[in-house]
């Protein structure tokens, strides 16, 4: 409706990433439709980036638990090999299946909690990515609209004359 002024208003109050690209790339019109699809992706990337970091705890947790695991199958297997040692040799079964259990043990928990921390980082991760894609590919359509130049080519190609180089920006109240 070439309301733009009220546009920008309206997404610079909304809280949503479509609303936070939507402005940063009309904020950019002034300097022509190239700033204007650069402002849109920067934004997109930073907003996007911002969400990455919110999981981050998934991965890391994700990355470390195993190595605790390990640490405490190490752990389990010194206790078991002390056990033999201290038996000169001749260790009781009872006593090496304390060092081997604290080995198991040790390494189930590590991945308890790892394969669904990485399983849910995978996840929200590619989801954060298709909502990033899906956002940015229709802010760039909405704008596309407003591309110099498009609303002219229709009349031209009827005439049978070669379109002219786009002019103009979007319009800024």
């Not at 407003?146 to 004359?161: A, I, L, V």
Request: charged residues 20%; without cysteine; aromatic residues 8%.
């Amino acid at each position: 409706a070439g309301r733009f002024a009220e546009a920008i208003k309206v997404t610079d109050r909304e809280d949503s990433f479509f609303s936070r690209i939507m402005h940063a790339g009309m904020q950019e019109a002034p300097h022509g439709y190239g700033a204007v699809i650069r402002g849109l992706e920067q934004t997109a990337d930073e907003q996007t980036t911002i969400r990455f970091r919110r999981i981050e705890f998934l991965n890391v947790l994700g990355q470390v638990s195993p190595m605790i695991g390990l640490f405490g199958t190490v752990y389990g297997m010194i206790l078991a090999f002390q056990a033999i040692v201290v038996s000169g040799g001749n260790a009781d079964p009872v006593m090496l299946a304390g060092g081997i259990g604290t080995a198991l043990t040790t390494t189930f928990w590590g991945l308890v909690v790892a394969i669904p921390a990485l399983a849910g980082y995978a996840i929200i991760r590619n989801r954060i990515d298709e909502m990033t894609t899906e956002a940015t590919l229709t802010a760039e359509s909405l704008l596309g609209q407003f591309r110099p130049g498009r609303s002219s080519s229709k009349k031209q190609s009827k005439s049978k004359t070669p379109p002219a180089e786009p002019e103009g920006d979007l319009p800024v109240e």
